[in-house]
């Protein structure tokens, strides 16, 4: 009984632990979080608009870790990323605040080193592939035809890349299993 007591509070102080230590990793830098806190008490004077329920990011990061594997969360958190260095870089511009220009850059500096230390790849040019795709105009009965002609092979290639994902599924499941049983 003292033996598995003494068991349950070591994997509490573990989890504890680890859990501050997750948080210290995950946490914003204290003088990004000021500049951060600064911007918003010039931006927000109104709350209300905050809270229609219809949040920008929150929603994507929300569905993040549940519906996509790593890669995906790692492109995605770029995009994120992305489209954060947009905002900013307009509200930059629009400013006439030299202090807000300043804290603007700043935010947007810290955001460019957490996006190349932690989310580095190909996000531009897959963000330039997709835009390309969302551009196509669906109601053109050229694209139209041309889609209906080159589907057969697009189908073939999607079923190729599902059949790959799913090989490499079943090796990694078979790779644990006999992890398991050694």
């Given at each position: 009984?003292?033996?598995?007591?003494?068991?349950?509070?070591?994997?509490?102080?573990?989890?504890?632990?680890?859990?501050?230590?997750?948080?210290?990793?995950?946490?914003?830098?204290?003088?990004?979080?000021?500049?951060?806190?600064?911007?918003?008490?010039?931006?927000?004077?109104?709350?209300?608009?905050?809270?229609?329920?219809h949040p920008v990011f929150l929603r994507v990061?929300?569905?993040?870790?549940?519906?996509?594997?790593?890669?995906?969360?790692?492109?995605?958190?770029?995009?994120?990323?992305?489209?954060?260095?947009?905002?900013?870089?307009r509200m930059e511009t629009d400013s006439l605040d030299e202090a807000t220009k300043e804290r603007l850059t700043h935010v947007q500096e810290h955001l460019k080193k957490l996006k190349e230390n932690y989310f580095p790849g190909k996000s531009a040019e897959l963000k330039t592939y997709a835009e390309t795709l969302w551009a196509i105009k669906e109601d053109d009965p050229v694209v139209q035809r041309k889609a209906l002609f080159e589907l057969k092979r697009v189908y073939r290639e999607a079923t190729q890349l599902r059949n790959l994902k799913n090989k490499e599924r079943?090796?990694?499941?078979a790779k644990i299993t006999k992890k398991l049983k050694s």
């Open positions: 009984m003292i033996a598995q007591n003494r068991m349950t509070f070591f994997w509490g102080v573990c989890l504890l632990t680890s859990g501050w230590m997750t948080y210290g990793e995950a946490s914003v830098p204290e003088n990004l979080d000021k500049s951060i806190d600064e911007l918003k008490a010039y931006y927000i004077k109104d709350n209300h608009e905050l809270h229609n329920a990061l929300k569905d993040l870790k549940v519906n996509l594997e790593e890669p995906e969360q790692n492109l995605l958190m770029s995009i994120i990323m992305d489209t954060y260095s947009r905002i900013f870089t079943r090796r990694r499941q």
